[in-house]
């Protein structure tokens, strides 16, 4: 039998919820893989049942349509979707980012307006950080939004963006005065359907190929200034900063997920498949390996639901998130990695889970701030 962790504390009031989230992602993700990999994303229709069921903006006060959930409602549907071996869907940018900047930074009219069709599906939301030339340098980013009247006009590009093809509403980090490094930089709310955003490719990725991670271009593309989020321009680093914790949790708990699944599946393979007389499993090394695997499960998972609980309490920093993102990513990796090799070459077909997890998390340890950010990060601190 695959190892059986102790339930999660954070999680004990939320069993009901748990087979809601499995029961959608065995019946409307497991079956879709290999179509969504062809097409490079998930059917928009699946925005509109997820949020039949209740499963979009959980962790949004009931006033603008939302679950009125917690974190604690977002972890279990993303640990679910890791548990499915799911990678397409882009779930956790629309719920756990995306929702929670309109939330915070969003004027009341615009949360109105906008959050009740996150809940609804009727929108699916982006957010676009990363340029062409820009990465985790954020204070540096190109696109420009300048103030005419009652209206931004943007010009500028985006890529690697996360629900790219399909989102209706992208929070989108623009320069609002060049000249002023990170205090010049704002987000602003941009409906896709003004004249002058265009979406450019679905990219072809190493792993994740369902997930419509895409280009968008900004060619004098009008909003109102009512769409900037927050009171004034010029905060929207310290937005970004500010919201970046819970994005980086949202990875630790896929990747922690994803660890789990991976030992889970080769203990149930190393012990069904047979090689010289008698299961893989039996051999010694399969064994050390496998200990080792499960061990960094373990750690893993009580580190995760450590800052999970200090994130419900509101106390989770910025350190604390870096090193949650920093472990869970690079451990997953290794793990998987080694999981992998006790498939021999059915690990390296994509027929088999192990092989698109080792593809797909790989992504883990570059998005949201590299390992090599998470540790710079880290040691300022010390």
């Not at 790219?164 to 709310?189: N, R």
């Not at 968008?216 to 004034?232: C, I, K, Y």
């Not at 990747?255 to 007389?277: C, E, N, P, S």
Request: some cysteine.
């Amino acid at each position: 039998m695959p190892l059986q962790l102790p339930k999660s504390a954070w999680a004990g009031e939320l069993d009901d919820f748990r087979e809601l989230a499995r029961s959608f992602c065995q019946k409307e993700l497991v079956p879709n893989q290999e179509r969504w990999t062809e097409q490079k994303q998930v059917d928009r229709e699946l925005w509109n049942k997820a949020g039949e069921v209740g499963l979009l903006a959980l962790s949004i006060p009931e006033e603008y349509g939302g679950g009125g959930g917690t974190f604690a409602h977002e972890a279990v549907l993303y640990e679910e979707q890791a548990r499915s071996g799911d990678g397409a869907w882009g779930v956790s940018v629309h719920n756990g980012i995306v929702a929670h900047y309109l939330l915070h930074y969003a004027s009341e009219e615009k949360k109105k307006e906008w959050l009740p069709k996150f809940a609804s599906g009727e929108m699916v939301g982006a957010i676009g950080m990363t340029e062409p030339g820009t990465g985790s340098d954020l204070q540096n980013i190109k696109t420009r939004a300048v103030r005419d009247g009652d209206y931004y006009v943007i010009n500028g590009a985006k890529t690697f963006i996360t629900n790219g093809a399909l989102a209706d509403l992208v929070v989108l980090a623009v320069k609002t005065d060049p000249d002023a490094g990170a205090q010049g930089v704002s987000l602003i709310g941009v409906p896709t359907d003004t004249p002058g955003f265009r979406r450019g490719r679905v990219l072809d990725k190493v792993g994740l190929k369902g997930q419509d991670t895409a280009e968008l271009f900004f060619d004098d593309v009008r909003v109102p200034a009512a769409n900037l989020l927050g009171e004034q321009e010029g905060q929207g680093f310290v937005q970004m900063m500010l919201q970046l914790p819970q994005e980086r949790l949202i990875i630790a708990v896929t990747a922690v997920a994803a660890l789990q699944g991976a030992v889970d599946m080769t203990i149930d393979y190393t012990k069904d498949r047979t090689a010289f007389g008698r299961p893989v499993f039996n051999f010694q090394n399969t064994k050390f390996k496998l200990a080792e695997a499960a061990t960094e499960a373990a750690v893993s998972r009580a580190f995760l639901d450590q800052c999970i609980e200090r994130h419900l309490k509101g106390e989770l920093d910025v350190q604390g998130a870096a090193m949650a993102k920093l472990w869970t990513t690079e451990r997953v990796n290794k793990v998987v990695d080694d999981c992998l090799q006790l498939f021999g070459g059915y690990g390296y077909m994509t027929e088999y889970p192990i092989a698109r997890a080792w593809t797909d998390l790989r992504i883990s340890r570059i998005f949201g701030g590299t390992s090599e950010i998470m540790k710079e990060i880290i040691s300022r601190t010390l």
